[in-house]
């Protein structure tokens, strides 16, 4: 009887936990295909233009890569 009652408390938590994660995965906002888009060039990306990041950074990026 002590095993049945371990486990059901088990199962709950594990539904909850799973409830709370989706929830709050669901709240925060992230669209699907967010994390396989690359964000800067350390990452694989290559062309001049990269998703997620603004001009600014963009251009601070170029700076540490050109010759001196």
Do not use: H, N, R
């Not at 539904?15 to 800067?40: D, M, N, R, W």
């Amino acid at each position: 009887m002590k095993t049945g009652i371990w486990l059901l408390i088990c199962v709950i938590v594990w539904g909850l936990g799973f409830i709370g994660g989706y929830k709050l995965s669901y709240s925060t906002g992230v669209q699907p295909g967010y994390f396989e888009a690359a964000e800067a060039g350390g990452y694989g990306s290559g062309g001049d233009t990269v998703e997620g990041i603004d001009k600014k950074t963009q251009d601070y990026y170029k700076e540490l890569y050109k010759d001196e």
